[in-house]
């Protein structure tokens, strides 16, 4: 059994792609953790999206041994986390189980809006924070500007900032000392009563759930009862140990340590990430502040393109909410896709991740509406309802006041692309708020802004306004009431639910104009004129029509009367016209995803 002295529970905290991942993979092999031969890059991140994207999506544990300069062997258990602003909920749960963390800058790119964000997350939680800069071996590198922004934007002082290599393994040693030396030792009781912490789960197909978790007082054994307040449910340890990176069983857990437990739990709905480990006995003790379950802020809706593989979708979803409990699902059905199901994301990346995981590791074939947010409607009656997607908005006469989701936007940018950004932000209908000067030629702004304005395609529009050197964070603030509008498309006359929209009134003819050109290039024509209408409330605002195919049916007829031309011309316009009334105009996926596509013309 290690003391609790020699103990570190610590994780590493940056904005994406600072290396938090290879510094995992350059500590695993300094501690012996793993060797030469089974190492390979992002060894943490084991899911193939992780791999390929370079980004991590779900928090991982490891438990290392580290010899230290003072000749005592040490237990570091680290916890690896998400840095991407969708997959905050990850951070937040890891940060409870450490005492410490790492927080990591990119020497070449600087302080960027997700450290930020990170890095308060973990003062609020009460961490003691290492700054370390990575990248120093780079070219373009510049760690004393680096570390003098760490000081101007975090308090945290400059000379104390580590300096490293994550992929050479330079100052590897320096971050393990100072990882013994400056994050506290966990408290808590080995011999007091069982209260343990899970800070995250996962879903194994032979093992059933397998459960993270941080002793906090107490010690667990291998067959003993125990009690999740959570759930009132009681169950029995069937194994427990530590994951070096591979599960490693052990005896028991002890007060301070980090490790996994297996107790044929057959659905991860009965395991509440951030619920307590009590002992089945009275008396027990009290149960652990849990963590807030996250509130899925984007909805869209999932159908599988053959109505036939509604059940594997069904299915397909099913293994899906066992892995990730910040997704919902519910079913829903739609006139123009059939049967599907209305699904909620924390944001963008975290809806495409979701819905490119079904399509890989499924094998299915989906259509996707457009992503909207919660909007809330006070009704006429006073009463206030949550509308997560356009086809449940209540009738116009209802309707008192639409309110939307406003969140605090935080943008780090060159100095040279203010004005850009300025400009897009007005576009978006985003308040400035204030600036805070980074660096030398860097500087974050803080806005205000409608959600429904950035889920879309703000991402990809900083990226190019700023040149790649924009970065973004955002959190959630209050509803605020806006002068909103449904968007109906209408496709010869007949309304299409999936493109169905919540716009502002000032966009609405604009949005419509561009919906009805996308689908008016991309339905293909038929024997008769198909009219593509954009409508708020009884008023068409945007109108397009795709031209009839025309057969030449005067083709053989040679000079003579014009009659006969006219005879078969008026014949040829009755035919189109039987044919419109019974003619059913199929979009085509393509359609929608086109739809789906970013509006360049902003």
Not at 193 to 209: E, M
């Amino acid at each position: 059994m290690t003391p609790l002295s020699r103990i570190r529970n610590f994780c590493i905290v940056a904005h994406i792609d600072h290396g938090k991942s290879t510094l995992a993979d350059r500590l695993m092999e300094q501690t012996g953790t793993v060797t030469k031969r089974e190492m390979q890059e992002q060894l943490l991140d084991d899911m193939e999206l992780e791999r390929e994207r370079g980004i991590t999506i779900k928090a991982k544990a490891v438990t290392m041994e580290y010899q230290a300069k003072d000749g005592e062997t040490y237990q570091l258990n680290l916890i690896d986390t998400p840095g991407h602003v969708d997959f905050s909920y990850e951070v937040e749960k890891s940060l409870k189980a450490c005492e410490g963390a790492l927080l990591l800058v990119d020497s070449s790119q600087g302080v960027e809006a997700q450290t930020v964000a990170n890095a308060h997350l973990a003062d609020a939680a009460g961490l003691k924070l290492i700054p370390v800069l990575n990248k120093v071996d780079l070219q373009h590198a510049h760690p004393d500007e680096v570390a003098m922004e760490i000081e101007n934007t975090l308090c945290l002082f400059a000379e104390d900032a580590l300096r490293c290599s994550a992929k050479s393994g330079l100052g590897i040693p320096e971050i393990l000392e100072a990882i013994v030396t400056e994050i506290p030792a966990p408290e808590g009781d080995p011999e007091g009563l069982l209260q343990g912490l899970i800070f995250d789960s996962y879903f194994d197909d032979y093992r059933g759930v397998v459960i993270y978790a941080r002793i906090m007082n107490g010690r667990l054994s291998k067959k003993q009862k125990i009690f999740l307040p959570g759930t009132k449910a009681t169950y029995e340890v069937l194994e427990l140990g530590k994951m070096k990176p591979r599960m490693i069983p052990t005896e028991e857990l002890v007060a301070g340590e980090v490790g996994y437990l297996i107790c044929n739990i057959k659905t991860l709905k009965d395991v509440v990430v951030g619920d307590s480990i009590l002992g089945e006995k009275e008396p027990r003790a009290e149960a652990l502040p849990g963590f807030r379950i996250p509130k899925p802020m984007v909805f869209c809706g999932l159908y599988p393109t053959s109505p036939g593989d509604f059940e594997d979708l069904r299915k397909a979803l099913d293994k899906l909410a066992l892995n990730d409990s910040s997704f919902t699902y519910e079913p829903e059905t739609s006139d123009a896709l059939g049967f599907g199901f209305r699904c909620g994301f924390l944001g963008l990346l975290h809806m495409n991740i979701v819905q490119e995981r079904l399509e890989r590791e499924e094998d299915m074939d989906l259509v996707q509406t457009a992503p909207t947010v919660v909007y809330r409607i006070q009704l006429v009656s006073g009463k206030t309802v949550e509308i997560h997607s356009p086809s449940e908005l209540p009738d116009q006469s209802q309707i008192e006041t639409f309110l939307e989701p406003i969140v605090h936007l935080s943008i780090m940018v060159p100095t040279d692309a203010i004005g850009s950004i300025m400009k897009l932000m007005t576009d978006r209908r985003g308040r400035y708020v204030n600036t805070e000067i980074v660096g030398q030629d860097r500087q974050m702004l803080h806005f205000e802004v409608p959600l429904a304005e950035i889920i879309y395609d703000f991402h990809d529009r900083l990226k190019s306004v700023t040149r790649g050197y924009g970065t973004m964070d955002y959190e959630f603030l209050e509803y605020r009431p806006a002068q909103l509008v449904p968007l109906r498309i209408l496709v010869n006359g007949n309304e299409v639910d999936a493109l169905y929209t919540i716009v502002h009134k000032d966009e609405a003819q604009r949005r419509g104009r561009k919906i009805i050109e996308k689908l008016r290039r991309e339905i293909p024509r038929q024997l008769f004129q198909i009219p593509l209408q954009a409508a708020v409330g009884g008023k068409i605002v945007a109108r397009e029509n795709i031209r009839a195919l025309s057969k030449n049916v005067t083709a053989k007829c040679y000079g003579g009367d014009i009659s006969r031309k006219r005879k078969l011309w008026e014949k040829q316009k009755e035919g189109k016209k039987r044919m419109k009334m019974v003619g059913n105009v199929e979009i085509p996926q393509k359609a929608f995803l086109s739809v789906l596509q970013s509006d360049d013309d902003r």
